[in-house]
T-cell receptor
Framework: NAGVTQTPKFQVLKTGQSMTLQCAQD?????MYWYRQDPGMGLRLIYY???????DKGEVPNGYNVSRLNKREFSLRLESAAPSQTSVYFC?????????????????FGPGTRLTVL | AQSVTQLDSQVPVFEEAPVELRCNYS??????LFWYVQYPNQGLQLLLK??????LVKGINGFEAEFNKSQTSFHLRKPSVHISDTAEYFC?????????????FGQGTELSVKP
C-alpha cells in the first residue's frame, strides 16, 4: 500500500517545453488534487477531481491541464512551460467523510515533484 | 471568501521550550480545520484535525490545537519542543459545504528548534 505516488521527482525544462506529471493513488479514493508550493505562499490548488470523469479548476489553473485517467490516476500537463511555473508540485487524495456531499477528511500527499523551468 | 492566515512566517525556539503557532481563518460557514507538517524535502502529513466535538484536539508528536469559533482561530501548541520538530507547519481549512473537499492553506510557519 504505497498511498500516493508521483513521478518524476525532479525535472528541468526549458521555456516552451511540455511535460506531464503523473500521480496515482491506491486507496480507492474518489477525489484527487494537484497543488503547487511556492515559498511564502503555502500550497495553492491548481486543479482537482471530485470523482472519476470530472475535473475542476482551482485557484491557479492557468497554464495547466489535467486528465483523470481512471479512479487511480490524475495527471497534470504543462503544455508550454514558463519560468513562473518553477515550483514544487504535490498530488493529494483525501479520505471521504461519511454523510456525502463531497466532504473530505485527511488528505494524503505524494512526495512531490520539484520542477525548474529555465 | 475563505482564507487562512498564519501570523508568523518563522518561529525560532530553543529545545524544551513551549511553542505556539498561530492560525486565523475567515469563512461564512462552518469549517473543518487541519494542521499539516512538512519535514525537509518531504510531502505533507497530517498533524491533527478538528471536525466536530471537543474544541481541544490532540495530534501526533505531542502537539495540540484549540478551535476558537468566536475568534476564528486554530492555534497549534506544544509544551516542550525537540530538535526533530524542526519543520514547516501549515494550517488548512475546508468548508462543510465544499463539494470536493477543497483545502485552503495558510502561508506556512517555519519552526526552527535550536539546541
Amino acid at each position: 500500500n504505497a498511498g500516493v505516488t508521483q513521478t518524476p521527482k525532479f525535472q528541468v525544462l526549458k521555456t516552451g517545453q511540455s511535460m506531464t506529471l503523473q500521480c496515482a493513488q491506491d486507496m480507492n479514493h474518489n477525489s484527487m488534487y494537484w497543488y503547487r508550493q511556492d515559498p511564502g505562499m503555502g500550497l495553492r490548488l491548481i486543479y482537482y477531481s471530485a470523482s472519476e470523469g470530472t475535473t475542476d479548476k482551482g485557484e491557479v489553473p492557468n497554464g495547466y491541464n489535467v486528465s483523470r485517467l481512471n479512479k487511480r490516476e490524475f495527471s497534470l500537463r504543462l503544455e508550454s512551460a514558463a519560468p513562473s511555473q518553477t515550483s514544487v508540485y504535490f498530488c493529494a487524495s483525501p479520505n471521504p467523510l461519511t454523510g456525502g456531499q463531497g466532504r473530505t477528511d485527511t488528505q494524503y500527499f505524494g512526495p512531490g515533484t520539484r520542477l525548474t523551468v529555465l | 471568501a475563505q482564507s487562512v492566515t498564519q501570523l508568523d512566517s518563522q518561529v525560532p525556539v530553543f529545545e524544551e521550550a513551549p511553542v505556539e503557532l498561530r492560525c486565523n481563518y475567515s469563512s461564512s460557514v462552518s469549517v473543518y480545520l487541519f494542521w499539516y507538517v512538512q519535514y525537509p524535502n518531504q510531502g505533507l502529513q497530517l498533524l491533527l484535525k478538528y471536525l466536530s466535538g471537543s474544541t481541544l484536539v490532540k495530534g501526533i508528536n505531542g502537539f495540540e490545537a484549540e478551535f476558537n469559533k468566536s475568534q476564528t482561530s486554530f492555534h497549534l501548541r506544544k509544551p516542550s519542543v525537540h530538535i526533530s520538530d524542526t519543520a514547516e507547519y501549515f494550517c488548512a481549512v475546508s468548508e462543510w459545504a465544499n463539494q470536493g473537499g477543497k483545502l485552503i492553506f495558510g502561508q506556512g510557519t517555519e519552526l526552527s528548534v535550536k539546541p
